[in-house]
């Protein structure tokens, strides 16, 4: 079955500048790639996605990368801002989401 | 539009307990789904239902979990009987699976379980 690596688990940034989280997975079939965001005690909630016929997508500060051929897709995040500061969550589909296990951003002032 | 309704929200209960957790979906989506999000972890499919038929369930521990989703609309999640290891937040999910493309998954608030 599918399985999705994260890295880094963990990421301390000043605000303004820009983090980086990178996602693998394992399953060639896996078609839809999604990136989470949740906050303590809340439900994950999306904040971009990106389909395998498609290799960039970008919204406003939020940039998804995907390479097919490397199976491996990232999420940008640039000019952070403390309110960026959540646990991220990679996931690949080609039904249900296989999430990876997180990446926790810290963006300080 | 309404989102997703969980509840309860949380529930504590002694292992070898009973509990069960009920979800109902976005009005119209067809795909339900039940994850397991131990803390410090990313949520774990449990089971998967297009309507009221199942599509994955390969991950529910089934000697202990059951799911239904009778009329294809509400579903409910049992664990019986609870053991330490079940505590985690249950988060339930929907989706509008539209001509086989995959669709933004909308997550409810979730059932924080403790296992005492």
């Known amino acids: 079955g599918e399985n999705v690596e994260q890295h880094p688990s963990t990421l301390s940034v000043q605000e303004g500048d820009s983090a980086v989280i990178k996602c693998t997975y394992s399953d060639s079939a896996s078609n839809y790639f999604p990136w989470y965001k949740q906050e303590l005690g809340k439900r994950p909630q999306l904040i971009i996605d990106i389909r395998s016929n498609v290799g960039e997508k970008k919204d406003q500060r939020i940039a998804v990368t995907l390479n097919k051929t490397a199976k491996h897709f990232s999420l940008h995040i640039t000019e952070t801002q403390p309110e960026d500061s959540a646990v991220y969550f990679c996931a690949a589909s080609t039904g249900a989401l296989i999430f990876g296990k997180g990446t926790t951003l810290s963006v300080s002032s | 539009e309404a989102g997703v309704a969980q509840s309860p929200r949380y529930k504590i209960i002694e292992k070898r307990q009973s509990v069960a957790f009920w979800c109902n979906p976005i009005?119209?989506?067809?795909?339900l789904y039940w994850y397991q999000q131990i803390l410090g972890q990313g949520p774990k499919l449990l089971i998967q239902f297009q309507n009221n038929g199942v599509v994955d369930d390969s991950q529910l521990p089934k000697d202990r979990f059951s799911a239904e989703r009778l009329k294809g609309v509400d579903s409910t999640l049992k664990i019986q009987p609870a053991k330490l290891e079940d505590s985690a937040v249950y988060l339930c999910?929907?989706?509008?699976?539209?001509?086989?493309?995959?669709?933004?998954?909308?997550f409810g608030p979730g059932t924080r379980l403790t296992v005492l």
């Open positions: 999910a929907s989706s509008h699976l539209a001509g086989g493309t995959h669709n933004e998954q909308f």
């Open positions: 009005s119209g989506h067809a795909t």
